[in-house]
Antibody, heavy 119, light 108 residues
């Protein structure tokens, strides 16, 4: 079955970086893109950006430009999201989701990865 | 960017009742590119509706979406116990993709 499996929870100090992975299975990885969405505790959903698994093209949310990098490894069908210069307000559950295009509605979501930023 | 405002923030209803959730956009959503998601505690969002009114695969027909332009509605015709959750709208008609703040449907 189609699924996205994310890496485990992380605890980081302010100023550090985190890299979350998202391994896809059950479909042709390069036929879709991956969106990343985060959710702070008790808050709503925030779109972070999108990457094409076909050609690596990316589009990032303006507020995260310069701090976020999304990549893919087609040999392992895995997408990655790296966030640098972490702050306490980056504490959130980070989701990857299969998204055919930049502007789309994901049907398949990963289970989420909790990232806690605390000194 | 398009700002989506959901109302009410919380809806207190009993099983069997009808739920009507609103999503209002700050500008017209292109081609009715609006989706609705359900989220339960500790779970990822689940796609319910796309294209404003098309049900996703496996979604019961008690869920329906309507609207166009700037005003959209998600209706749950008769609430089942498993429907108590938070619901989000999302527009994907223009970049960046944006989500509404959510409506919590709780048991009265």
């Amino acid at each position: 079955q189609v699924q996205l499996v994310q890496s485990g929870a992380e605890v980081k100090k302010p100023g550090a970086s985190v890299k979350v992975s998202c391994k896809a299975s059950g479909y042709t990885f390069t036929s879709y893109g991956i969106s990343w969405v985060r959710q702070a505790p008790g808050q709503g959903l925030e779109w972070m950006g999108w990457i094409s698994a076909y050609n690596g093209n990316t589009n990032y949310a303006q507020k995260l430009q310069g701090r976020v990098t999304m990549t893919t490894d087609t040999s392992t069908s895995t997408a990655y999201m790296e966030l640098r210069s972490l702050r306490s307000d980056d504490t959130a559950v980070y989701y990857c989701a299969r998204a055919g295009r930049l502007l789309s509605f994901p049907r398949i979501w990963g289970q989420g990865t909790m990232v806690t930023v605390s000194s | 960017e398009i700002v989506l405002t959901q109302s009410p923030g919380t809806l207190s209803l009993s099983p069997g009742e009808r739920a009507t959730l609103s999503c209002r956009a700050s500008q017209s959503v292109s081609s009715s590119y609006l989706a609705w998601y359900q989220q339960k505690p500790g779970q990822a969002p689940r796609l319910l509706i796309y294209g404003a009114s098309s049900r996703a695969t496996g979604i019961p027909d008690r869920f329906s979406g309507s609207g166009s332009g700037t005003d959209f509605t998600l209706t749950i015709s008769r609430l089942e116990p498993e429907d108590f959750a938070v619901y989000y709208c999302q527009q994907y008609g223009s970049s960046p993709v944006t989500f509404g703040g959510g409506t919590k449907v709780e048991i009265k």
